[in-house]
């Protein structure tokens, strides 16, 4: 997988953390930098470790699953992807954001915003990569986002969160159909 590819990958897999970003931001007046910071950091954190550890749940069983993997990789990202699209469609405003910050709520936000990349992590099993790599990609490029999602939620609010959400389900999606051809057509 190259360069590109990953950070593709990243900027799909960030977008709930970007949204969430987005909305964080507009609970302040002004833009809290530490608070835009830890929270960038924390997204950007999750989003780095979650394809590790699916990495490693795949690898695990690579021999059972090795002759569906590109089945496999393609319906795993299609569905994230399609729940970040019906999401962006169908999704409602039923919890608080602007409850004040914490660390609890952070680790939270990022464990509930990151559960995609440790799906994605585990197609990645199914592909020659470098996992190292790909991780520090997506997390540094989940770090860029979610920084800019604060700053931008704080300056234009939520305008972007449905397109952001809209344009990460569907480069999900592209990339599933890319590794399911590559394997079909050589």
């Not at 780095?48 to 069983?61: A, D, E, K, Q, R």
Request: net charge negative.
């Amino acid at each position: 997988m190259i360069i590109m590819d990953m950070f593709l990958v990243g900027v799909g897999l960030s977008m709930d953390a970007f949204a969430a970003s987005v909305c964080k931001g507009l609970c302040y007046d002004r833009i809290q930098w530490k608070h835009a910071f830890a929270t960038a950091f924390s997204f950007g954190l999750f989003q780095g470790i979650m394809p590790l550890i699916g990495w490693l749940l795949g690898s695990t069983f690579a021999h059972l699953i090795e002759p569906v993997d590109h089945w496999i990789a393609f319906a795993l990202l299609a569905m994230v992807g399609g729940k970040m699209l019906w999401d962006a469609f169908h999704g409602g405003e039923d919890e608080d954001v602007c409850a004040p910050f914490s660390i609890r709520e952070l680790m939270v936000l990022s464990v509930a915003t990151s559960i995609d990349a440790l799906v994605v992590g585990i197609s990645f099993s199914m592909t020659a990569m470098n996992i190292g790599l790909a991780a520090l990609v997506i997390g540094v490029t989940t770090f860029v986002l979610s920084l800019a999602g604060f700053a931008i939620g704080n300056r234009f609010g939520a305008r972007y969160e449905r397109a952001a959400t809209i344009f990460g389900g569907i480069a999900l999606i592209a990339l599933g159909a890319k590794i399911l051809l590559e394997h079909l057509f050589g």
